[in-house]
């Protein structure tokens, strides 16, 4: 992709239809031929312009270095951005898609800062924003926080990485609920109930809001020293994962924990209500390794 002569036309990156072929592993005719079945999707000035006569003269002019390839070329379609991708839904392969990824990372979507000093290209702000945006909803979704939480830390990203002011966009993110406005450890939760945080994350894992990760020990399995709780997909409406990283001597400690909104706590008081007063406080001779996340191995 990094070989491909910038061309341009109206002020938009375009291929013809031999670059593109070439970077999607098919050859030229079986473009043609998708273009020729499909030609209703097509839109010209907004999937393709088409050169003939003088105004294709005069693109051959402007670009000679690839002027030889269109000899004898009478009629010249030029694919935009819009237009590669509707090639690469209809070729539909691996490769097609994975070219098309490389074409708008490595070549459609770049600018260019200063041709004659040499300036290596860089993205152009909307690519950045893409990328972050996207990375935020995956990251989001990955680790159980809510969406406009890490929509929010993207935005702010960006307006880093580009200078772009989005106030108008950050305004368009929905307030927190009043619920959410605190949010509680467990030890918090716990010293409602006089409930130490490990009791805590016990029953919110009986209730199926979050699960622990446990490692097998000596006798018993236990749960794991680092970050070992993660919400389920029920739990997300009751609580979010955040960062809690810490700088140590001996360099940064990557680490996060659940904290749980008002709407948590009702649900325990609910759930302990339907246990009985025997189980708020536990049976000290039964709870003492489950306190500590500690179950017989089988």
Same mark, same amino acid.
């Given at each position: 992709?990094? $070989?491909?002569?910038?061309? @341009? ?7 013809? #239809? ?7 592993? #098919?050859?030229?005719? %079986? ?12 839109? @010209? ?33 030029? +694919?935009?951005?819009?237009?590669? +991708? ?19 990372? @490595? ?11 040499? #300036?290596?290209?860089?993205?152009? +702000? ?22 406009? %939480? ?17 106030? *108008?966009? &950050? /305004? ?12 509680? =450890? ?8 006089? !409930? ?17 990760? /446990? ?6 399995? &236990?749960?794991?020293?680092? $970050?070992?709780?993660? !919400? =389920? ?9 955040? *960062? ?36 708020? $406080? ?17």
């Amino acid at each position: 992709m990094k $070989n491909l002569v910038p061309v @341009e036309y109206k002020k938009q990156r375009i291929l013809i #239809t031999a670059q593109l072929a070439k970077a999607y592993g #098919t050859e030229e005719k %079986r473009i043609s031929e998708n273009f020729t079945r499909n030609q209703a999707r097509y839109v @010209e000035g907004k999937h393709f312009f088409l050169l003939q006569g003088e105004a294709l003269k005069e693109f051959k002019e402007a670009y000679p270095q690839i002027a030889d390839t269109l000899k004898f070329t009478s009629i010249l379609y030029l +694919w935009t951005e819009k237009g590669a +991708w509707l090639h690469a839904k209809s070729l539909n392969t691996d490769k097609a898609w994975e070219a098309y990824e490389m074409l708008v990372d @490595e070549y459609y979507r770049l600018i260019d800062v200063d041709q004659k000093s040499g #300036t290596k290209h860089v993205p152009a +702000w909307d690519r950045i924003a893409i990328g972050e945006i996207r990375f935020a909803k995956e990251f989001a979704k990955a680790v159980g926080i809510r969406p406009e %939480r890490a929509v929010a830390v993207a935005l702010a990203r960006i307006e880093k990485e580009t200078g772009k002011q989005l106030a *108008d966009y &950050r /305004r368009e993110l929905p307030a927190v609920e009043k619920q959410d406005a605190e949010l509680l =450890t467990p030890s918090q939760i716990g010293a409602q109930f006089n !409930l130490k945080a490990n009791r805590v994350n016990l029953l919110l894992e009986e209730m199926g809001l979050q699960y622990g990760i /446990r490692e097998a020990g000596k006798t018993k399995e &236990r749960l794991v020293k680092r $970050n070992p709780w993660r !919400l =389920t997909e029920k739990g997300k409406e009751f609580g979010i994962m955040q *960062d809690s990283s810490k700088q140590t001597t001996s360099g940064k400690w990557e680490g996060f924990q659940i904290l749980w909104s008002e709407k948590a706590v009702d649900a325990v008081k609910d759930f302990l209500a339907q246990k009985g007063s025997a189980e708020i $406080n536990g049976d000290p001779a039964d709870s003492a390794d489950k306190e500590n996340g500690e179950y017989p191995l089988n």
